[in-house]
């Protein structure tokens, strides 16, 4: 045998299975192609569907009342009726239910972070006699309705005379256990050397928890507050039951207490009442929404 031969052998691979291969690589590449079509199409379909009522809402909000019951409806109005907003306004006190929405919201979110991440370092990073039944029965708390929990709470505020105070509308709130097991979770996926060294260097542990594991910890504290926030901002059924009082009252209340005061809604208005509420959820999911991502992407259920 030559040495040209040698190097550059001859292929024997007959026509008929590099056929075969070929349209082996064709059909593949057909059926994943038509897989990407159906998922995009299904992505379409899904947005649609969540943003749809949006638009309805906005476009809604600078109609005038005629325009609102015109058949068929019309999606984009004829012309803005942009005083719509400055009549949702000053119909109701929007700007003391804006203030209390955002208090009630923002001291409940602060206060779950805290909290939550106390507790967390305690069942992530810390040895005591039985911690894992005591941390199974906290988490089992998330599996009660909050409609049961929800006379003793309401006799318990009462009892303490917070009824129309901040303390009902927050304290109540301030302890997480799905928050607790969400932040457990990534705390446990800290090295333990880290710790380690970080205790050679003299560093104790509310330290280690405040300068080294919270800062790698961002995106899933993130997420944690942003859960938290919008679930105190579109809270309806406590503070109505817990407040009395005009002034104490909360954006959800306030916008089925604009609707009762109407009477007949006038649904321009009203949209546009809802479009104000609406606007600071969706700002601060943008401001957040990378790190909520993230955040969720990196949360493992270690342990």
Request: glycine residues 6%; charged residues 15%; hydrophobic residues 50%.
């Amino acid at each position: 045998m030559t040495d040209l031969e040698t190097s550059h052998p001859v292929s024997t691979i007959s026509p008929s299975t590099a056929g075969k291969r070929a349209g082996f690589t064709h059909s593949r590449r057909v059926q994943k192609w038509t897989g990407g079509i159906f998922w995009y199409i299904s992505l379409i379909v899904i947005s649609a569907a969540v943003i749809l009522p949006f638009f309805w809402m906005l476009a809604t909000s600078l109609k005038n009342p005629q325009e609102v019951f015109t058949y068929p409806p019309t999606w984009i109005p004829k012309v803005f009726h942009f005083e719509n907003y400055i009549e949702a306004w000053h119909a109701a006190p929007f700007a003391r239910y804006f203030t209390n929405s955002f208090l009630v919201a923002g001291a409940v979110t602060f206060g779950q972070l805290v909290s939550c991440c106390l507790a967390a370092f305690a069942f992530a990073r810390m040895n005591f006699k039985g911690k894992g039944l005591m941390f199974t029965i906290f988490l089992s708390t998330t599996m009660i309705s909050t409609q049961v929990t929800l006379v003793p709470s309401y006799l318990i505020i009462e009892k303490l005379d917070w009824i129309d105070s901040y303390q009902g509308l927050i304290v109540p709130f301030i302890a997480n256990a799905f928050g607790v097991f969400m932040i457990r979770q990534a705390f446990m996926g800290i090295p333990d050397e880290l710790e380690d060294a970080a205790r050679i260097d003299g560093c104790g542990r509310l330290r280690f928890l405040v300068q080294i594991i919270l800062p790698l910890t961002k995106p899933v504290l993130a997420a944690q507050g942003l859960f938290a926030f919008m679930g105190n901002w579109n809270s309806y059924l406590w503070p109505l039951i817990v407040t009395n009082k005009q002034e104490m009252r909360t954006l959800q209340i306030g916008l089925r207490y604009f609707v009762s005061q109407e009477g007949s809604t006038e649904w321009g208005v009203y949209m546009a009442a809802a479009v104000v509420v609406t606007i600071p959820v969706i700002i601060i999911y943008f401001l957040v929404q990378k790190s909520f991502v993230e955040g969720m992407a990196t949360t493992g259920l270690k342990g």
